[in-house]
């Protein structure tokens, strides 16, 4: 019999998941805040898409910096 994944026990985060996983984050905030800005920018608010556009490039250079550093190596 095969032992369950993960195994039986406190579970640790793996940084690999880790770093994975906020990727995956930045890339969703990205996503977002460019679709907001759309469904702004449709609506004649300029402001708020601004707003959302700049939420957009953060976010983008913290996908940048993740991909830069690249995941932590065990």
């Known amino acids: 019999m095969s032992e369950p994944f ?6 640790t985060p793996h940084p690999f ?4 996983h906020d990727l995956s ?3 969703n905030a990205l996503t977002m805040a460019t679709s907001a800005a759309r469904y702004m920018i449709e609506m004649g608010n300029l402001q708020a898409a601004m707003v959302n556009l700049a939420r957009a490039e953060e976010s983008g250079r913290r996908c940048v910096e993740l991909l830069r550093t690249g995941p932590p190596i065990p």
């Open 6 to 11: 993960p195994p039986h026990g406190p579970l």
């Open 17 to 20: 998941g880790r770093w994975r």
């Open 25 to 27: 984050n930045e890339v």
